[in-house]
């Protein structure tokens, strides 16, 4: 609490010391009569209280965030020596989360804290259902502080920890089966589409675990996916803890349907979070471990204008502290050859924002979508400039056909580049090998434009953030340039997913086959 308040100060006091100079500023850019010379001395006194103020409560916050660190490892030391309710039967089957969080990682300590608090189980106590819910629009890191969440608390949690898809309903209901395969229950795949029974075996295996484990819900965005979960999945007499994040704000699922009064409304970073994981993700820092606090000293030692720029990128006014943006941002500087400060990139930005705002086609009208869709734009045309070939863009192209959120498996992409290659693979054996080589995978996972699932179970796979898909769409849909190529890389598409089936004849197609090229490729359909 102390360290929540002291930050706020400091935000506070940094607002109040930019106001002053900006009109210190002004006065001493008027001419000298009579009332400016009055008004001079109270402003730079002003001004000088301001900074001795902020400078005692940066010293205070360094403090705070230093006994924090100390704590965190207390902590750590003293939860290994917990014991555990019950031994886990088996890692693949206790702790079912494929993914891992952002090695950039930054803040969320008070929210992570709050779904401590709410979530974990007391010991001997008498089984309880805990639930919270997480809203907010896409791009605010909801997957990923429950990423983080699950990983750094799951030994709180013995009975098991759980991951769930919950996007559509196809892949709630797939995520429920492959919860069960992992837990040795067998889904008679005539039953894999029936919800009560689906929801009746995983309520007798998480039963069988006692009432200490974890069920992460994602993306249950859609009013059929939340009816489902309180319908079948997540009744109010299920005892365990339950997490659920979601871009909807309606009261009548979160308090009457699902039974979670008071949501988590999560924010955007806060302003010095905000600059501490660009610096991370920009490859600023002096060292990969390097403590909040150390990153914070480093920034405020950047040369007047950097850091200044530095500030206004993840302001309000530009990024507003959106993970999503920042990540985009950071991997730009990061594969700029020639090196990229963020006074040259604040520059790009600016200029790259003002063409976009005069679209008239853009359909994203709220800034935190229109800052995601702006460093995209300034990304793609770095990914264009490296890459003249352009066939990252259009595998990428290619992606984005599927529906949002589903995973890729890695084979399936090498499908694709088989199909970018056309019938150059079949005179060159080693072209689609080429090909391969030149994608610009690193460019895309450090923007998070994909985000690999490398679990035990599943084949390693790729999905796309289903913002930044939109905003792809969006991109792709008003560029003429590729208007006429997009229609060819859907069928080379098209042709991927049905393992290679001639385009002419995929309508052919029965059974599973349709239905995946249906599903994968949904607007085929009409």
């Given at each position: 609490v102390q360290l929540k308040a002291s930050r706020r100060l400091v935000e506070d006091h940094t607002r109040q010391l930019g106001k002053h100079s900006q009109k210190l500023q002004c006065l001493q850019q008027l001419p000298a009569d009579g009332d400016t010379q009055a008004a001079l001395p109270k402003v730079e006194t002003q001004l000088s209280e301001v900074e001795e103020r902020l400078e005692v409560d940066r010293e205070r916050l360094d403090h705070l965030e230093a006994k924090q660190e100390e704590q965190d490892v207390q902590l750590a030391t003293l939860s290994r020596c917990v014991p555990r309710a019950c031994a886990p039967d088996r890692e693949g089957a206790n702790f079912c989360v494929d993914r891992t969080p952002s090695q950039h990682f930054t803040g969320r300590q008070a929210e992570l804290q709050t779904l401590r608090d709410t979530l974990v189980p007391s010991n001997g106590g008498a089984p309880l259902a805990l639930r919270q819910g997480i809203a907010q629009f896409g791009g605010a890191g909801k997957t990923e502080l429950v990423l983080k969440f699950a990983h750094e608390y799951k030994e709180y949690f013995p009975g098991g920890v759980f991951w769930v898809d919950a996007d559509s309903t196809d892949r709630l209901r797939a995520s429920f089966v492959r919860l069960l395969d992992r837990g040795r229950i067998a889904v008679d795949d005539r039953l894999r589409d029936d919800d009560a029974h689906l929801a009746g075996a995983t309520r007798r295996m998480l039963d069988a675990r006692g009432s200490q484990w974890l069920l992460c819900v994602d993306n249950a965005d859609d009013d059929r996916v939340l009816a489902l979960l309180a319908e079948h999945y997540v009744p109010a007499s299920l005892c365990g803890?339950?997490?659920?994040?979601?871009?909807?704000?309606?009261?009548?699922?979160?308090?009457?349907?699902?039974?979670?009064?008071?949501?988590?409304?999560?924010?955007?970073?806060?302003?010095e979070d905000a600059a501490v994981m660009l610096m991370r993700v920009s490859g600023q820092t002096p060292d990969m471990g390097c403590s909040r606090t150390e990153i914070l000293k480093a920034a405020r030692e950047l040369i007047a204008d950097e850091q200044d720029a530095l500030f206004e990128l993840v302001g309000r006014s530009m990024l507003d502290g959106l993970p999503l943006a920042i990540e985009q941002v950071g991997a730009y500087m990061i594969r700029a050859k020639s090196g990229c400060s963020f006074?040259?990139?604040?520059?790009?930005?600016?200029?790259?924002?003002?063409?976009?705002?005069?679209?008239?086609?853009?359909?994203?009208?709220?800034?935190?979508?229109?800052?995601?869709?702006?460093?995209?734009v300034l990304n793609l045309e770095q990914l264009r400039?490296?890459?003249?070939?352009?066939?990252?863009?259009?595998?990428?192209?290619?992606?984005?056909?599927?529906?949002?959120?589903v995973p890729i498996p890695v084979e399936l992409i090498e499908q694709m580049i088989h199909q970018l290659a056309g019938a150059q693979a079949d005179a060159d054996d080693g072209c689609a090998d080429r090909i391969k080589d030149s994608l610009d995978f690193e460019l895309c996972s450090r923007a998070s434009v994909l985000r690999l699932h490398n679990g035990n179970y599943h084949t390693r796979s790729y999905s796309m953030h289903r913002l930044l898909q939109e905003v792809v769409v969006q991109y792709r849909d008003d560029d003429p340039q590729h208007a006429g190529e997009y229609s060819q890389v859907v069928a080379q598409a098209a042709g991927a997913l049905?393992?290679?089936?001639?385009?002419?004849?995929?309508?052919?197609?029965?059974?599973?086959?349709?239905?995946?090229?249906?599903?994968?490729l949904p607007h085929l359909s009409e």
């Open positions: 803890s339950v997490l659920i994040t979601s871009r909807s704000s309606d009261d009548h699922w979160w308090r009457s349907r699902l039974q979670i009064t008071e949501r988590m409304e999560l924010g955007t970073l806060a302003v006074v040259s990139y604040k520059k790009r930005y600016l200029t790259s924002r003002v063409q976009l705002f005069s679209n008239p086609r853009s359909k994203f009208s709220d800034d935190h979508r229109r800052s995601v869709e702006t460093t995209w400039q490296t890459e003249p070939e352009g066939h990252t863009l259009k595998l990428l192209y290619t992606m984005v056909c599927c529906r949002a959120g049905t393992m290679r089936w001639h385009t002419s004849k995929i309508w052919n197609a029965v059974g599973q086959g349709r239905a995946q090229l249906i599903g994968l």
